[in-house]
């Protein structure tokens, strides 16, 4: 083939240096981390037992008018058991509602490990089954929603709340929420 | 006021609910119509599990694997078509869970690089060709 | 000791490679003879200390030395001595030296067969084969080194190797896959050096034949052992799924076969260098892509070995050299190599040039596939690129090849006379067409792709048949006809004969095989694909490394039991890991297939089953294996023996760049 003076040369070392460096940020990203695609959606439908409460159903509905941070946990989580002291100190912000959503659990195990390790949440929700998770796109405990007065899902955070990430990541997204965006 | 669809839904959860699994993983998704089992197999092979290393649901034992198949098993013998399957594990999950990637405007270089390639690659071939054209004859 | 030893060795070895990357090629710039006369010892001592740390990794491994970091993290002292052998590849780390062992024995094959070869480019094919080398040793030695300790609190008994790799197929897919993937190395430096030369002719093509050819035919086992093995082992009957891992392998496959074809004009010919050398420079490229993107952690599959950042980086780099340096030379030296286009449209040179331009695009089908998701992933979206996708857009080129398989072999060179073929041509083509219409209507359903497939599988076949008698119409009698034809031509023959009963293979079982997922219970049966499967038993047993659940099934055909089978479900004790072992009979058109799934009852008495049918999936690994024995049955030809008899052709005394 032709050569067409120096731009083939130019585009084809152009190219290979785009995928030079592509690949080299990809290196060390988190390959298991999915983001949420729910993230400006309202949350989804439902109607679930409260899982302190006998009798008591919630639905979509209570998320309106309060800013919610819902946390997905269940007593087989290992992390949680790391994660769940966080949240006395997160409880302290009058700002926010915690909803705990209790993933795939056995009713009995679950009660017990709020009793051990305390019940820091407003209310918790009881998904025996997971289909509650499923609507929410959860693939794992622990994961955090942050959801809007609106009831729409702001932000969801794969992983253990750490104070970092509770300070660098959903703080600055509340106060946002708060002035009325 | 419900619409119908909510109520459907709110009757469709509680009936989850009251005949929920008990956490026991039973992989066996019985189908009388050989064809909704032809159509479990396409779709469990096409679903991405969400948080194995590259498997699809026909392969993956994870739980949440378990909870998605028992879902499109159910979804089957509510007569849902396969668009509408793929359509809701896509909305909860994100174009990730779809192993046939769509062909929507922002997958169009995806489906037609290969052809773009084979025609760029033929012109320019041929173009070559009827340029240095030099047989000699015996 | 040993570990010290083997230690030491590699640090010799790394300095042994940059001493071959060094050394020859300077002398052949600054005309110094003594300097160009250190590349045969490098190399020499290069494989002599790789072996020996081979040797000292394979026998900590063998005396239970966990005070090795590695060896602790992938052995156990109950683990069977074949695999304690076999773990010392069964990680990254030792795979690694495994890798560079083979890497050497290339290296120093060619420094002691290549004695032929001008001086000059002797020395320089040296080393850069030398850098490449330099780059793998520093790899291991400095990020992935496996004699790395656990001292000072070593462990009193190993993690052990993990239960899916304990199988023979452990014990041979890696060493052919990488005598394959480093093969390509070979033709590589000699493309590089001809570019450093700024010449490239005929005799070196077939110089570079039998490499090429050697490292194609070990890649081919290698991919069909890992496919045949996935297949056995995971248990859920599937034989390719387009992962990341598995394209990783058929890239350079696919680049390699082109290469390969290539490789025969130019020998040939003495054209199409401009092809021989990018395909050159392509396969081996595309062999460290592999690499790089199976241990970098970027892309996520089954088969990813522990990802670590830090190793990612130092590959990427050492592919950015290597590659960008071929591209380099490539962009602005290949002009000297050009040739003319010395053929008309119908030729074999023409169908070949158009098997390159096919083999090319099927490489970049599958290079797009795999990447796609990591480009779109750095603009912000994620998605899956899967199966179904590679399975719609991969056969187009390849039916197309298919097609001019059945042509090609027939043409003659430069120029081809269409009139005297046409006519047995289209006889095949009937012939074949029918054919495949009576298998498919014996075999119940018809299927388009099916019935394509098995026609073109024909097409091909009749055709390499009447090739042969062509070519040996002047002899009388059969003995006479055969001793006639040159190996190489065999091996071509046999070779494609592989591919279309891969091909038939892949079809027939895609279509026809049977699955399915049933719950049993002891004592019952189930009717499969004219099959009866009856669970008899269900015992507990007790091995060297495992504890398992045995579950008996007796089969029936046409009312008469045929054999039993007996699949497990295995404890292994030290990892505490559960595997299910599936229960395979196997004949050339059918596998019968069960694997257990879960146990639904307390007494194991009540399972969920996976119970599969296969049709005719034998063939897909028996074409490979055709494959790879008519790409060694045509090394042997004795054009290839000559060769060291006689000299190379001498174009270069003292050509520089």
């Keep these: 083939m032709d050569k067409s003076g120096i731009i083939k040369p130019a585009i084809s070392l152009a190219i290979f240096c785009l995928f030079i460096v592509i690949f080299y940020f990809l290196i060390g990203e988190d390959k298991t981390e999915l983001p949420s695609v729910l993230i400006d959606q309202p949350a989804p439908n439902f109607e679930v037992q409260n899982l302190t409460r006998e009798g008591v159903v919630h639905t979509q509905e209570d998320f309106k008018g309060k800013i919610t941070l819902l946390n997905v946990w269940a007593s087989w989580c290992p992390s949680c058991y790391v994660e769940h002291p966080y949240w006395k100190n997160y409880a302290l912000n009058k700002d926010l509602t915690l909803v705990g959503l209790n993933y795939r659990d056995k009713k009995k195990k679950a009660l017990k490990f709020l009793r051990e390790q305390g019940d820091f949440f407003h209310w918790n929700l009881f998904d025996e089954n997971g289909r509650l998770g499923i609507e929410f796109g959860v693939y794992g405990a622990p994961e955090t929603f942050l959801i809007d007065p609106k009831g729409k899902i702001r932000y969801r955070h794969v992983g253990v709340v750490t104070p970092e990430v509770y300070q660098n990541k959903l703080l600055p997204l509340i106060d946002k929420i708060k002035k009325g965006f | ?138 | 000791m040993h570990a010290e030893f083997g230690n030491y060795l590699i640090v010799l070895a790394f300095f042994v490679t940059m001493a071959l990357a060094v050394f020859p090629m300077l002398g052949t710039f600054t005309n110094n003879m003594s300097l160009v006369g250190t590349a045969k010892p490098l190399t020499i001592i290069l494989f002599v200390s790789l072996l020996i740390s081979f040797s000292c990794l394979a026998y900590g491994f063998l005396v239970d030395d966990f005070t090795i970091a590695y060896v602790a993290n992938n052995s156990n002292s109950l683990l069977p001595d074949r695999y304690k052998f076999s773990a010392v590849w069964g990680a990254h780390e030792g795979s690694l030296l495994l890798w560079v062992l083979i890497l050497s024995g290339w290296v120093l094959a060619v420094a002691l067969l290549g004695k032929n070869l001008p001086k000059l480019s002797y020395a320089r094919i040296l080393s850069v084969l030398g850098m490449i080398s330099c780059g793998f040793v520093s790899f291991m030695l400095f990020t992935s080194n496996p004699f790395e300790r656990t001292l000072p609190f070593f462990p009193i008994d190993g993690a052990d190797l993990n239960p899916l790799l304990q199988d023979f197929g452990l014990i041979i897919h890696p060493p052919l896959l990488y005598m394959g993937y480093v093969g390509f190395a070979v033709s590589f430096a000699f493309a590089i050096t001809a570019l450093i030369e700024g010449e490239w002719n005929a005799t070196w093509a077939r110089w570079t034949r039998p490499w090429t050819i050697a490292a194609w035919a070990s890649l081919t086992l290698g991919i069909m052992l890992g496919s045949w093995w996935a297949y056995y082992e995971l248990g859920w009957g599937g034989w390719w799924f387009w992962d990341p891992s598995e394209n990783a392998s058929f890239l350079p496959w696919l680049s390699g076969t082109a290469l390969m074809h290539s490789l025969a004009v130019t020998d040939k010919r003495n054209s199409f260098k401009g092809w021989t050398l990018a395909l050159s420079l392509a396969t081996f490229s595309l062999s460290l892509l592999g690499m790089f993107l199976i241990r970098s952690g970027v892309l996520t599959s089954v088969h990813s070995f522990a990802s670590d950042p830090e190793r990612g980086r130092f590959i990427l780099i050492f592919l950015a050299i290597v590659v960008g340096a071929a591209l380099i030379l490539f962009l602005f030296r290949s002009g000297k190599v050009k040739t003319k286009a010395n053929f008309s449209e119908l030729s074999k040179d023409m169908f070949l040039l158009l098997n390159n331009i096919l083999f090319v695009s099927a490489t970049f089908i599958v290079l797009f596939g795999t990447l796609y998701p990591l480009l779109a992933e750095a603009l912000g979206k994620k998605l899956s690129v899967g199966a179904p996708y590679f399975n719609a857009i991969f056969p187009i080129p390849m039916v197309v090849i298919f097609a001019l398989l059945g042509v090609g072999p027939l043409l003659n060179w430069k120029k081809h006379n269409f009139s005297k073929l046409k006519m047995p041509l289209l006889k095949i083509a009937i012939v074949s067409l029918v054919l495949s219409l009576l298998a498919v209507w014996s075999l119940g359903e018809f299927f388009w792709w099916v019935f394509i497939g098995l026609a073109l599988s024909l097409w091909v076949t009749i055709s390499g048949f009447y090739g042969v008698s062509l070519a040996t119409r002047f002899k009388k009698g059969i003995y006479a006809k055969i001793k006639s034809l040159n190996r190489s031509f065999i091996g071509m023959t046999v070779a494609h004969i592989g591919a279309v009963v891969t091909l038939a293979g892949i079809l027939l079982t895609s279509f026809y095989s049977v699955e399915r997922d049933l719950r049993m219970a002891v004592g019952e049966s189930q009717e499969i694909a004219g099959y009866t499967f009856s669970m008899t038993k269900s015992e507990d047993i007790q091995k060297e490394n495992y504890q398992a659940t045995r579950v008996s099934f007796d089969v029936y055909q046409d009312g008469s039991k045929i054999l039993t089978m007996k699949p497990e479900k295995r404890l292994y004790l030290a990892s505490g890991q559960i595997m299910t072992e599936a229960d395979i009979d196997f004949t050339l058109s059918r596998d019968l297939y069960i694997a257990l799934g879960e146990a639904l009852d307390r007494q194991g008495n009540v399972w969920s089953v996976r119970i599969y049918v296969k049709a005719f999936i034998r063939l897909i690994w028996l074409g490979a294996i055709i494959m790879a024995l008519g790409g060694i049955f045509s090394i042997l030809d004795k054009r290839y023996r000559n060769l060291r008899a006689e000299k190379v052709t001498p174009s270069q005394v003292t050509k520089t760049s």
């Design chain 2, 1 to 138: 006021m419900l619409t119908i669809t909510q109520t459907i839904k709110r009757l469709f959860m509680l009936f989850l609910l009251l005949f929920s699994f008990n956490g026991f993983a039973i992989e066996v998704y019985e189908f009388d119509d050989p064809i909704l089992a032809d159509r479990f197999k396409e779709l469990t092979y096409e679903l991405r599990c969400p948080k194995c290393q590259n498997q699809n649901l026909a392969d993956s034992n994870s739980e949440l694997s378990l909870d998605l198949k028992q879902i499109v098993y159910e979804k089957l013998k509510a007569g849902e078509s396969d668009e509408e399957i793929l359509l809701f594990m896509k909305h909860r999950y994100g174009e990730f869970i779809l192993f046939n990637p769509e062909m929507s405007k922002s997958n169009a270089l995806l489906w037609t690089g290969p052809i773009i390639f084979l025609m760029v690659f033929i012109i320019f071939f041929f173009r070559w060709y009827l340029k240095n054209r030099e047989i000699s004859d015996e």
